[in-house]
């Protein structure tokens, strides 16, 4: 079902070449297009318990924050069919189920996504769901995420100026989501609407996702972009080569700041430098009310390999001290506009966060 309606999303899409699909399950088993391994190959990795999900998060085998927290969703699904099979039940089986929801959920400490779709699924568990329910759960999430998605690129798409040429950090696509894309997906749907003139891609160092992620989505669907080093990115604003800087966001706290790729920071203060809009495209699942303001979001530190190395090949001496923090903290008051998928948020963010929680709670009501 899933798979059915990515493939029509993406064909109503002028131009575009069918949908990629980051993670699904198929047969009892978790399924994820290994980004490690793009753009040289198309490999996928087949997970078949809730460990191996929660190391395929770490490790950047599946990353962006929605498709990390429908990878954890079917993660806890794995768990709960293998306690059936080993023969757990009742309290067992909960705590089973339980204990590899918060394995899942300490996995990476950003992205607000994860946290909040293993709650989401251990809901399920504290209702009296069973493993059947909790696959239920999964798919819905997923198909809300699709949907999402298409909402966003149609609200943030209309903020575009015809002709527009946009500058986009990191991969907050297909790759990132259930199958279209955040920042892309304002990308996708400004092109189909002919909004759209081309695309400029950071390399996002160190570990390239702009470079092996976004251009690879981006030349797949056939549309024009650029890749660039991330340093260039300001002269290319001062040129007066850049319309707009669409990105993505792991989570966005109450007040409006928002924890993005590292890197994304200084792209909203030269943008503003340059009186150029600065956007950022976030599900409500990526928005944290409970998390006041930025200083209080943990920021990833990663392995000091991702930057003395790239592909496996040193490149700084050994014994070199290193700082690799994943992610920084854009302060909302550089920030432009927030797209969700029930509309486009302004400052002041707090009550406009609110009011896109607020309209989520009347939704499930």
């Given amino acids: 079902m899933l798979g059915e309606l990515v493939d029509l999303m ?25 980004q490690r391994q ?9 997970i078949g318990d809730p460990h191996e999900a929660a190391q395929a998060i770490a490790d950047l085998a599946v990353r962006g924050a929605p498709a990390i927290g429908l990878t954890a969703a079917y993660g806890v699904v ?3 069919q293998k306690a059936e099979r080993e023969g757990l039940v009742d309290a067992e089986w909960r705590a089973y189920v339980q204990e590899a929801g918060a394995q899942l959920e300490r996995a ?11 709650k989401r699924m251990l809901q399920v568990v504290e209702e009296g769901g069973r493993s059947g329910d909790l696959l239920a759960e999964a798919d819905a999430l997923a198909a809300e995420d699709l949907a999402a998605n298409a909402a966003i690129g149609e609200h943030g798409s209309r903020l575009l100026p015809f002709g527009a ?26 092109w189909a609407g002919g909004r759209l003139a081309h695309v400029y891609a950071n390399e ?13 989505e981006l030349m797949r669907d056939g549309i024009p972009v650029t890749l660039i080093p991330d340093s260039a990115a300001a002269w290319l604003m001062a040129q007066g080569e850049i319309d707009a800087v669409v990105v993505g966001a792991d989570r966005i706290a109450g007040n409006g700041d928002v924890a993005n790729k590292i890197g994304t920071y200084g792209l909203a203060v030269v943008a503003a430098r340059h009186r150029i809009p600065f956007y950022v495209a976030a599900g409500r699942s990526t928005l944290d009310p409970e998390t006041p303001d930025g200083s209080r979001i ?4 990663r392995s000091a390999a991702e930057v003395t190395e790239i592909a496996g090949v040193r490149l700084a001496p050994s014994g070199t001290a290193v700082r690799n923090p994943a992610f920084d903290v854009t302060p909302a008051e550089l920030v432009t506009a927030i797209v969700t998928e029930v509309g486009v948020l302004t400052a002041p963010y707090g009550a406009a966060i609110a009011g896109a929680m607020a309209h989520e709670r009347r939704k499930g009501s």
């Fill in 298 to 301: 943990v920021v990833e530190e």
């Fill in 204 to 216: 996002t160092r160190p570990v390239l996702q702009g470079a092996r992620l976004t251009v690879w």
């Fill in 78 to 80: 794995l768990a709960a």
């Fill in 10 to 34: 993406m064909g109503e899409q002028q131009g575009m070449a069918k949908g990629i699909r980051p993670v699904r399950f198929d047969g009892g088993r978790l399924v994820l297009l290994d």
């Fill in 108 to 118: 990476r400490p950003t992205a607000v996504n994860l946290s909040w779709a293993v």
């Fill in 165 to 190: 040429r946009v500058l986009t950090h990191c991969n907050a696509g297909a790759l990132a989501t259930s199958g279209y894309g955040t920042a892309l997906g304002v990308v996708r749907s400004a």
């Fill in 38 to 46: 793009l753009p040289a190959r198309e490999v996928d990795l087949i």
